[in-house]
């Protein structure tokens, strides 16, 4: 439980923000794939912070180094284990926080189930650091998957109440996936970019942070996968989802937007398209029953602000139980949404892969 | 996979719309516990349904017989097997549904995974009408998280976009909880009945239906439950969440509106009430790094409008592969919202109690 | 955990030995498979009570009744579930159990582990009896191994001391296995019935009962299956085993013998037979790192005597904490290795199909 | 699967014989705990090669290096990683293992299973050197175990037919499994070392190997753990014993002796002994229906010869489908019962901690 996931790939993650390294063990790997490592390594840059204004100057180049389950860069049935070092890590800016939970961090509810053992240096596990190794898993399954046809893509839908445009349900598509996903600051409306990056560098000068949406969209699924009830696409793509840190919130089709509307406007009639079954519309997104439909898989995911902002806030002093103002010290994103749109591509793709 | 969920708690659901029976098996229910009856009947009874004009005209008594777990009503450790008789299906009304799919229900998704051999009838092991062995496995589970001062309650937040009020995310309380659970039509402010009831009436007599929103609360959680990553009470709860038919989005805390907040307006400042930590605001819904805060857990969740309209749609005929026009018959909800009320409830308990 | 097996197809016993049925939940069995419910009463059969001398006198027809996944005989994909009926109980012989735990049977280890909750009518849920649902589930994944070509067959080895043949190795074929598992008493070498059933009457009219060996094989299976550490074949196939109440040890291939042989005479040398790699020896069982070879699987099982027997022992009082001689009363098999040769086939199944 | 156990405490094992390092995840364990290296340094080192004549030549001083999962020595509550250099590896022995698969070795099956991209290399992920890792998680989870006052020791039972004294089933204690678990050849009988040193030595000049058999027992269990059926104590050890390569055969008490017994002479009388309820002999292994008796638990289990040997053997060409005769080179045990003694000690406290 906990840091582990899936059945047929079953992951295992560990690692603290501040521990020696952190790493990830992917198991059920079939053997005989050669793994990309350029791709990889890209991929995982799209996370990596210290790049630019709006990411934590936390230099880390997150290059992974895979210690077992390849064979010549071929996998070899084993369990893949990548190790990444942790290197700069400022630990001496923690040493408050020990008795200072930070205001909607997890210092206080993991003080409390660790009885005060937990590593609170930069979050240990519950750092958005432990996602680094989710990415490198995620893009290890994305390969797998594209040689199947699919492909996941996502993108900034929202930033601090800016908006993006949205996918096109029903036509978007694998190349238009890839473009977005290809881009430093992933887009559908380049236009909108600076908007959003003012609304950032104005937070962050404020020493405050801005939250936002992402969306995400899977193409190229067969309909029939997914399994009822509790092991249905939505279920499983939510449960993995959540395991990102910040993340509030998590709608499939147009979500909660259907709650206001009538069966006969919600409904998506089915047609035939090129001799195969699709729908006219796409307001399921993709999922029926829990099973996929053949549309594009699409959801949404809300991103709350970093909580982690140099403003004063006013916390409890887990010694003295008192309340005092508190001063957080360290290097923060002022927008964590960016760097986690390729995490929540990542885990989709595990997610998927156990179900295919 | 599929019909199981939990570890501590394990369930395996069975049944289909129209077989003889639907039940469940609940194995780590400790022994020694004496069974309220009375109150897990009347806990099922708020999710039978042909009791109004909003629900379905099937009618279910829904009564439970436990067929082994008990000894003279207390649970003696084995796993407990309840079975719900079907006995007013009408097996005939689906025989056209077998070559035609209903528009964004599961049937088109079901027969492509099955390849056609999935039980249509109802909607076969797909139907809300496997939420009634949920509810009496949930009702378990309730009784057991009572005890442990744990309450869980849920109202009709929003239908036809009628809104209820929401509960204080602060001082939501176990009184209130269990007041309106009782509710026949769970609302917190009963002023929105009648609008509501007519926006459903109006649905029913176009042969059409409506959606909504369902929001629930938790009480009584203590700070520290839950795992990281991937066994978060978010994780565990949104993937219970997304076994109810229908559901197409789910929000802790105030959800997709933390999205567009600062990190100072959506943090929640710690503070002493009356010598304990508490938050002074709780945007984040009882949920910190997925690990309860102390505070009151709070989410709300989508509920399509039930895809089962009277109203001709556009389907697509599986034998001959051409478009044809299908009007449902069989007798459905016009508005499943009130219904599925209990069924999140359930749910929720079954994803807590494995927390606990 | 406890009652539950499997992860690709998931088994869910349910039942107490004088609880109103018992039965099992089957989920995972693909669609589309017609069931055929002669053979798995047949083989259900093979297990049930009160045909003989050797067998307990309670009378079970054993009968099982599908409640779902089934639409006119035929898989739907839905979990199957099937239900038996106790109706021959006589829960009055126990009513003295419930403070004299039978020695070297489950009653006093049951009544810590559920604080005096545990039902002690006939064994409660650690009853012989559960091992109808495991033979239902067994007789359904049989059939689905058979379409594969995979056969499983399994015999008396031993009774009391009076061994029959054991298969060969490396001969052992689809054929002998039907022939000998379709015998009423299952060995290969007839002669020795006599003998055999004279130990058991001998034993019955002590008051007492005898133990014994099964051991069993399976052909047709590819090589490849099983995973390498803690799924391998002998992993599964144990943990399964160990579900049958009576057995205290299992063997692969030689077994304990091999612990006294040299490398050279144990190891198993690679040939060509009919242009396909195979074994000259089959010492392995089938059987290398966990992973099938392709060679037939052999193991042999040690089953107990049954612990309920007539004459008087000692045991506790669990209220007074005295000692005391107990007299057991009710209907009891003195040798339980006639019934448990197709319980042994039937996890055995329940194992194998979890690998393929 | 494969290569992952265990529900409370998780580990994940990964590496193979000649990858980079070897390692392991373990995830559950509690907050708070003080690891003593040392103790765990000495476990591991009785497990290590190249100390002596029957071990390998092979040179690895197997350190374990903890990644995560501590802070100042003290878990944290995040998964603890430990991994493990590989360096003395000679990989060039293994080349022309590609198409020769050793005979009774995990080669052939492991090359069907992934087709052909297995690690040859020191059997890869198959090898005896994946139970280090094993090691290093038993050494953690016996810290916890003993702390509870439960204390696992292990001894050579027998190797090449020289057998040591058995334990005592009803008198075995805490004292003689720490006297006996801390002797570098662990025998109850030091006085049958002489005997089994020669044999193996032998076997060791003969190119050759030998076998033996393993008793474990566990002293200071409470009665009452354990799951019925599937999660009973016989079916999680025995799961986790045959992860250990090698190992082909495990009997629980008087294991397959009982199969001759009648019940009268197998059935373990209850009695007071200091006021608390034991038994007045231990045929059943300390286990009644899966479950604890608090009688020390007693198994056994058997190890074969080696695989590997230096003796001329025949095995077939993967490329030329041609029988060939195979000389194995490299760094072999002559026999690996000693070695095998602490990994299946540390086995079973894998297995136990996840039943406390």
């Not at 290197?87 to 408050?96: G, M, V």
């Not at 958005?128 to 839908?157: D, N, S, W, Y």
């Not at 982690?308 to 309340?323: A, F, G």
Request: aromatic share 6%; with cysteine; proline share 5%.
């Amino acid at each position: 439980m906990s840091c582990s996931f899936g059945e047929k790939i079953k992951i295992s993650v560990f690692g603290q923000s501040h521990s020696e390294a952190i790493g990830i063990v992917v198991d059920g790997i079939p053997a005989g794939i050669k793994l990309d490592m350029d791709k990889i390594s890209r991929f995982m840059a799209r996370r990596a912070p210290g790049k630019n204004a709006y990411s934590t100057k936390r230099k880390e180049a997150d290059i992974p180094t895979i210690i077992s389950g390849i064979v010549d860069g071929i996998t070899c049935g084993a369990p893949l284990c990548a190790v990444i070092k942790n290197s700069d890590q400022h630990s001496k800016d923690y040493s408050k926080l020990k008795t200072l939970p930070r205001p909607s961090h997890s210092d206080f509810a993991a003080y409390v189930k660790h009885n005060g053992f937990n590593d609170i240096r930069g979050g240990g596990n519950f750092s958005g650091r432990m996602t680094a190794p989710l990415c490198f898993a995620g893009a290890v399954a994305m390969q797998i998957l594209e040689e199947k046809g699919i492909r996941i893509g996502a993108h900034i839908e929202k930033i601090a109440g800016v908006k993006d445009s949205r996918f096109d349900p029903v036509n978007v598509n694998a190349d238009l996936l890839k473009d977005v996903s290809s881009k430093e600051f992933p887009l559908i409306d380049d236009s909108v970019k600076e908007k959003i990056l003012s609304k950032i560098e104005a937070a962050r000068l404020d020493g405050d942070s801005v939250g936002g949406v992402i969306e995400c969209a899977v193409t190229g699924l067969p309909a029939g996968l997914g399994e009822p009830m509790f092991d249905g696409v939505e279920n499983v793509i939510s449960r993995a989802v959540f395991a990102i840190p910040a993340i509030k919130g998590i709608e499939f089709g147009n979500g909660f937007d259907c709650a206001d509307l009538r069966g006969s406007e919600n409904n998506d009639d089915f047609i035939i398209t090129d001799g195969k079954i699709t729908a006219k519309t796409n307001n399921h997104g993709g999922i029926l029953g829990g099973i996929t439909s053949s549309m594009p898989v699409i959801f949404r995911v809300a991103v709350k602000p970093t909580p982690s902002i140099s403003k004063p806030q006013m916390t409890v002093n887990l010694e003295t139980m008192t309340q005092e103002e508190l001063v957080i010290e360290g290097r923060h994103d002022p927008c964590i949404v960016p760097r986690a749109v390729p995490c929540i591509e990542a885990v989709t793709a595990l997610a998927l892969i156990n179900l295919i």
